[in-house]
C-alpha cells in the first residue's frame, strides 16, 4: 500500500483543532500512531481524542507549551515511552494571529510569532533528532504559510516569523539529507478552521475572490500532504514546500 505509515510514531503539535486536527486525524488513517498535542483547551483536547479513537485512531493526548524547553523533553520523553521514539515530527502549533499596522505591534508579540514559528521547530527537531539519526530515517514537517510568498500586509509579525521558519526549514534539510532525515514543509492558504469563525464575511468574500480554483480548501486536503511528505514515497524530496492553496501563488 502506498502512503502507508503503520508502525511509525508521529507529534503533531498544536493538533487538537483546526489544520492540526486535521493531520493527525490523516496520519492516523493511514496507519501512524500519533500523539496529539495541546495546551489551552483540555476539554477540546478531550472531545477531539474522543473522535480521534472513534474511527480507529491510535495514539495518545499530551499537554505541553511547544515553545518551552522543559516541556518539549517531557512531552517527547512521554510520548516516546507510551507510544515509542518519534519518526514523524509536524510542527504546527500557532497562536492569534491578528492583521495590525506595525505601529501597534510590539516586540512581545514580535518575539511570541518567532517562540513558536523558529524556537519551536528548533526545540522539536533537537530532541526528536538523536533517534531519527540513529534509525536514519526521519521525517519533519513545518507548516508554514502562503503568507511568506504573497507578502501579506498588514501582518509582518507573522509573515517575519514564518519567513524564519523556511529558512531553518531549507538549510536544516540540506544538514540532515545525508542521515536519511527529510525537512519539508506543507504551506496552507486560508483554509477556515475554528479561528475564522468570526472573521469578517467581506474579509472571506474578497479572499475567495482571488483563488484560482474558486473554491476553499478542505482541512483534510492539508492533512494529505502531510502524509505524503511523511511516508517513504516522499524519501528523496527534502527541502520543499507543498503550497495547499488552489493555485493562489501561482499568480
Not at 16 to 39: C, E, I, P
Not at 229 to 250: M, R
Amino acid at each position: 500500500m502506498p502512503f502507508d505509515l503503520k508502525n511509525r510514531v508521529a507529534l503533531v503539535t498544536g493538533s487538537s483543532t483546526g489544520l492540526g486536527k486535521a493531520m493527525a486525524l490523516a496520519l492516523a488513517d493511514a496507519g501512524a500512531r500519533v500523539a496529539v498535542n495541546y495546551f489551552n483547551n483540555a476539554a477540546r483536547a478531550e472531545a477531539m481524542f474522543a473522535e480521534f479513537r472513534a474511527r480507529g485512531g491510535r495514539g495518545m493526548l499530551v499537554r505541553g507549551d511547544a515553545a518551552d524547553e522543559a516541556q518539549v523533553q517531557r512531552m517527547y520523553d512521554q510520548v516516546a515511552k507510551e507510544l515509542g521514539p518519534v519518526d514523524i515530527l509536524v510542527c504546527n502549533a500557532t497562536p492569534a494571529q491578528p492583521l495590525k499596522p506595525i505601529e501597534e505591534y510590539d516586540w512581545a508579540f514580535y518575539q511570541q510569532m518567532l517562540d513558536f514559528f523558529v524556537k519551536s521547530p528548533f526545540l522539536l527537531t533537537r530532541v526528536c533528532l538523536p533517534h531519527m539519526k540513529q534509525k536514519r530515517q526521519g521525517r519533519i514537517i513545518n507548516i508554514t504559510s502562503e503568507v511568506f510568498q504573497r507578502g501579506v500586509a498588514p501582518f509582518t509579525a507573522y509573515v517575519a516569523a514564518k519567513g524564519g521558519q523556511i529558512g531553518f526549514s531549507r538549510s536544516l534539510a540540506t544538514e540532515l539529507a545525508p542521515f536519511g532525515i527529510t525537512v519539508n514543509m506543507v504551506a496552507p492558504g486560508w483554509i477556515p478552521v475554528e479561528r475564522h469563525e468570526h472573521d469578517p464575511q467581506e474579509m472571506k468574500d474578497a479572499y475567495l475572490a482571488g483563488v484560482p480554483a474558486k473554491r476553499w480548501g478542505k482541512p483534510e486536503e492539508v492533512g494529505h500532504a502531510v502524509v505524503y511528505l511523511a511516508s517513504d514515497e516522499a524519501a528523496f524530496v527534502t527541502g520543499q514546500t507543498i503550497t495547499v492553496n488552489g493555485g493562489n501563488t501561482v499568480h
